[in-house]
């Protein structure tokens, strides 16, 4: 194989036809796909990139005559094209040699967004570089995606973002290789973030130091990445309980000041186990043994985060990674790096899970195949004895396993769907006669068996439940139904489970999909709440009047001001409601605080409950009062689609116009910021009586007015009306 840095002298300072012909010799020996013959074609495609300006009349017959000769020669033609302008030769170039070339999806999205950088088409560039990233990577990879992020940011364009965040990145080892990699899974979940990076080992420093650089930088997150050695304890230590209390305190001390004063959630490590251990067995074993007492700080941590604080469990990343690869003791002495290079892609995908999860973007659907995913064999052929499912297989005990995993899912609120090619009856019979299946048809909020194809089935299950695509993850068996839906629908995350039944939970369960911070009752609820919508739904086409149908479901709401109790949903909904939402502002748990505490500001929740069951807390609003203008403004006015229609949306209004009313205000205001999602409510306020403020806004937001004077209250004659605490 040539050396590259010698085929810049082979083609240099010689006329334009000798350097093509050297070219073309050199072509033969480049074929392969290692690095190296990689980077040997890249420097022979940049020593012909003189003749794009010196001799384009000569470089293009030669184009012509090694275009599809040899993927080494469609790499230095693609690159050539693209210098001469001719993107399309170019792609179509490029193409092929990725299809040749790259034998993994992470390259070829790399590959492509390269080129689609190169031609200036940096918004399809983002593109690939996200779907490069949807399934787990090697650390080599991710060090080219976050080099290629940076170019991409270099071009200037802005990057579509789902969400905005200022992270602080603490660490207790050095955090230069961690920065560009968290960078880029955020920017694969849709999150724009801008992170700080302290100095090394400085991380009680920045956040006891009101003056540091992290309180001016004034972070959404603090991420605090300590790791087994900053617990600086000794192999075995006289006073375990005080060791075990000093480094647990220590700690609570640094997250209040990021929740009280910096008005920041805080994602704490725990501690790993060092992989080393001097006593042996005996570290676990003795009280004051070093491995005991961090087994013992890590449940104190878990016991002292309250709202505002995740801890993520980097001990369960490590064991998951491989102990034996997480560590790399050189790198440490040399440059205090710890996890080791190899690592940090699982490091990373675990920060990324609950950065979504805070930030309102996980996911809320599991949608299931049938054959060969939640049992073996077709049920069509197979027949009711003959799919393979139940613990008298490897197969199908295997299969039995994924729905014992997603019946877990649905008991901690995620909703189950099925979307299968197949004829109903056929589908249900496994459901409603085979002994050994776990999950029953109740279990599945939408039920889709038919031979439509499975993205257009995914797109009416969506709408039947009134959540985006964004929500859904998709698992089949079948890599073209697989391939097909993430074409179609890029929003559906569509895990590579493979074809062996063996590894579909370990890579569903990889993804960290459903990732969540809290837990409520609301979210236990979700799936069976989506079934009581379908009752609700055939009410609804009964009912001879809207009004008859509001009446016969005999709701109740309850009112109450943001408290600690439902903060978490509160912070839950606020980050998570895109379609009804009036201005689509994120909080944190912190600054919803803090309008809870303010004067200013109104807060109110909302639940409600009818004759089907508790749709729980749906609602929240905040207003800000501005006494000098003598007005009442809407800050946040959001609720859950799932109970849209009926009459809610009013009550709330008239909840906040009769406090304005109470404070002796004018005016209530309230703004419409459009986004993509959240069109529904683009009328809501006229619809309610208000009008056209005659303020500017920015661009595509509107601003409304409604008179408090002579305005009668707003009420929902259907709905009888709770204060909470009353």
Not at 166 to 192: H, N
Not at 565 to 577: D, E, F, G
Not at 610 to 634: A, Y
Request: overall charge negative.
């Amino acid at each position: 194989m040539p050396d590259a840095r010698l085929l810049g002298l082979a083609l240099a300072e010689t006329a334009p036809e000798e350097r093509l012909a050297r070219a073309g010799a050199l072509l033969e020996p480049l074929q392969g796909r290692s690095e190296e013959a990689h980077a040997a074609r890249e420097a022979l495609a940049r020593g012909l990139r003189g003749l794009v300006r010196e001799a384009p009349d000569a470089l293009r017959p030669w184009l012509d005559a090694h275009w599809a000769e040899s993927p080494a020669a469609d790499w230095v033609c693609a690159r050539l094209f693209g210098w001469l302008g001719e993107p399309e030769r170019a792609e179509e170039a490029w193409d092929a040699v990725v299809e040749r070339e790259f034998g993994s999806r992470v390259e070829r999205h790399l590959a492509r967004a390269r080129l689609r950088l190169d031609r200036g088409a940096v918004a399809d560039a983002a593109e690939d570089l996200r779907e490069a990233f949807r399934d787990p990577a090697g650390h080599r990879d991710l060090e080219r995606g976050a080099k290629l992020l940076a170019k991409l940011r270099a071009a200037g364009e802005a990057l579509p973002a789902k969400r905005r965040s200022r992270i602080a990145l603490l660490g207790g080892s050095t955090t230069q290789l961690m920065r560009p990699l968290l960078e880029l899974v955020c920017f694969r979940d849709g999150i724009e973030a801008e992170i700080y990076e302290a100095e090394y080992g400085l991380y009680r420093q920045e956040v006891l130091d009101r003056s540091s650089a992290l309180h001016r930088f004034a972070p959404d997150v603090v991420l605090i990445a300590t790791h087994w050695r900053d617990a600086q304890l000794p192999p075995l230590s006289e006073d375990a309980d005080a060791a075990v209390e000093g480094l647990a305190a220590g700690f609570e001390a640094l997250w209040e000041i990021c929740r009280r004063e910096l008005r920041a959630h805080v994602i704490q490590h725990n501690f790993d186990l060092p992989p080393n251990d001097s006593y042996g067995g005996l570290g676990k074993s003795l009280p004051g043994g070093r491995a005991r007492l961090l087994a013992r700080v890590n449940l104190e941590l878990l016991a002292r985060a309250g709202p505002g604080v995740s801890i993520l469990d980097l001990d369960a990343v490590a064991a998951s990674h491989g102990k034996e690869r997480w560590s790399a003791d050189s790198l440490w002495y040399l440059a205090k790096q710890h996890p080791a290079p190899d690592a940090l892609g699982a490091w990373a995908d675990a920060v990324a899970a609950q950065l979504r999860a805070l930030l309102g973007l996980g996911r809320k659907v599991l949608a299931l195949d049938l054959d060969n995913t939640l049992w073996g064999g077709v049920i069509g052929e197979d027949r009711l004895d003959g799919i393979r499912l139940g613990a008298h297989s490897p197969e199908g005990e295997a299969h039995l396993d994924l729905q014992r995993y997603a019946r877990e899912l649905r008991e901690r609120g995620v909703v189950l769907v099925v979307c299968s090619k197949n004829n109903e009856a056929d589908a249900r019979e496994p459901f409603e006669a085979h002994p050994e299946m776990l999950l029953r048809l109740d279990d599945f909020a939408v039920f889709r068996a038919n031979w439509q194809d499975k993205a257009s089935n995914l797109r009416e299950i969506a709408a039947t439940l009134g959540l985006g695509l964004d929500s859904f993850v998709f698992v089949d068996d079948n890599p073209t139904e697989r391939a097909w839906v993430r074409r179609a629908l890029p929003e559906v995350a569509v895990p590579e489970v493979g074809d062996d039944a063996a590894d579909y939970v370990r890579v569903l369960d990889r993804g960290r999909y459903f990732e969540a911070l809290t837990l409520s009752d609301e979210d236990r609820l979700r799936s069976a709440d989506y079934a009581a919508n379908a009752r609700r739904a055939e009410l609804a086409s009964g009912a001879t009047s809207m009004d008859e149908f509001l009446a016969s479901l005999e709701m109740t709401a309850t009112i109450g001001r943001f408290d600690a109790a439902n903060l978490p949903r509160i912070t839950q909904l606020v980050n998570k409601s895109n379609q009804f939402n009036l201005t689509t502002r994120r909080y944190t748990q912190e600054q919803l605080q803090a309008f809870a505490e303010s004067p200013r500001h109104v807060t109110s929740w909302f639940r409600l409950r009818d004759r089907f069951g508790d749709n729980g807390l749906i609602g929240v609003m905040v207003g800000v009062e501005d006494p000098e203008q003598s007005t009442l403004e809407i800050d946040l006015w959001l609720m859950s689609c799932r109970v849209l229609g009926r009459g809610m949306e009013a009550l709330m209004c008239g909840t906040l116009l009769e406090e304005a009313r109470r404070r002796g205000l004018s005016r209530l205001l309230g703004r419409y910021l459009p986004t993509e999602k959240n069109a529904m409510v683009a009328d809501l306020y006229p619809r309610l009586g208000f009008k056209d403020a005659g303020v500017s806004a920015g661009p595509g937001e509107t601003v409304w007015a409604l008179d408090v004077e002579g305005q009668p209250p707003i009420h929902c004659p259907s709905i009888r009306i709770e204060t909470a605490g009353a």
